[in-house]
């Protein structure tokens, strides 16, 4: 293997810098050549790919969103799609590939593999801690900080107030960042695609616990099987029937996306983004560099993106123990 190529595909998180930063270095180290593919599948399509040398990659392990660019591209769905982005890889001569993103990108990656056979490492870059393989995927620390700075703030005036609060954070179809901001920020409640949602017993919760508290703070992942915050809110609303009980909503958004990376997602980037080039090298492909109890770990892109990460019981626990 003499060159090789990286990219950032699907929502941007906070660490994907830091990733790319260690993959071109570890790279430069290991004495290849190495390219950046702007704009992940898109720019693939489009020819967008550039020689990478150190002074690509500096001063930006400590900045959020990624350099190379993001997208989500729909061309590369398409058979002529791949055929154009394998035609340009093939021209500059790339014979490996790091792709940084979450399952989106490695579902990609996969398939082009198995199709054109370009041997590809990927590095789990996502805030929604949704892939299979690793502990923690880039950016999900950066994003549970960001979302518990505000629920802190949230809960200041949700006392002054004696409000109730949802607070709708990101995770597509996982809870993680729910569970973990919830944990963190003392949520009275969280509610999680993983779990079915009983609307009914939450009520009943709240009105025993309105016996201690004036306030309340719910946590609720954008994917709940009951809708999202505003939905829930209205339900509970409903239920509840009691109109000197004021509800309100804070979606928190892409704020969750952005920001400079925590000491950990960037140790865990730099980590990945090594391991990544290192295994290219020692023949590893179709398949994820990540880091389960300390360890770097290879996990086919098959269980990354096919196998469900399940959320640790005992955070759920937790919830329904410290909330009384
Ligand atoms: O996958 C990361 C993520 O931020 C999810 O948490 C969220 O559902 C989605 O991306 C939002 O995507 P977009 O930025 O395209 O609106």
């Not at 990540?290 to 993106?305: K, M, R």
């Amino acid at each position: 293997m003499k060159k090789i190529a990286v990219f950032t595909s699907g929502g941007d998180s906070p660490g994907m810098n830091a990733c790319l930063r260690a993959v071109v270095r570890t790279a430069i180290y290991k004495g290849l050549e190495v390219y950046g593919i702007h704009r992940g599948y898109a720019g693939m399509i489009d020819g967008e790919i550039k020689r990478m040398y150190s002074h690509s990659v500096s001063n930006i392990v400590q900045r959020g969103g990624t350099i190379l660019k993001s997208a989500r591209s729909e061309e590369f769905r398409t058979k002529e799609g791949r055929q154009k982005a394998y035609d340009n890889l093939k021209k500059l001569g790339i014979d490996g590939l790091v792709a940084i993103g979450g399952d989106g990108t490695f579902t990609g990656a996969k398939l082009f593999f198995e199709e054109f056979g370009i041997p590809t490492v990927g590095c789990p870059g996502t805030i929604d801690n949704d892939i299979y393989g690793t502990d923690y995927t880039i950016g999900f620390d950066t994003a549970v900080n960001t979302a518990l700075e505000a629920i802190d703030k949230i809960r200041d005036t949700a006392a002054a107030h004696d409000r109730i609060f949802f607070i709708e954070v990101m995770g597509r179809d996982a809870g993680f960042i729910a569970v973990e901001s919830g944990i963190g920020g003392g949520a009275e409640f969280v509610m999680v695609p993983e779990t079915k949602t009983d609307l009914d017993g939450l009520v009943k919760a709240m009105k025993n616990l309105r016996k201690s508290k004036t306030s309340s703070v719910i946590v609720v992942a954008e994917g709940d099987d009951e809708g999202n915050a505003e939905t829930i809110m209205k339900k509970v609303k409903e239920k509840i029937k009691d109109d000197n009980k004021e509800f309100k909503v804070t979606t928190l958004g892409h704020i969750q996306r952005g920001g400079n990376p925590t000491a950990r997602d960037r140790v865990l980037a730099s980590r990945c983004g090594m391991a990544a080039v290192e295994g290219l090298l020692a023949g590893e492909q179709n398949c994820m560099a990540g880091v389960t109890n300390q360890q770097v770990v290879f996990t086919p892109f098959g269980d990354c993106i096919g196998k469900q990460k399940p959320i640790i019981p005992d955070h759920l626990r937790l919830i329904n123990i410290l909330n009384i």
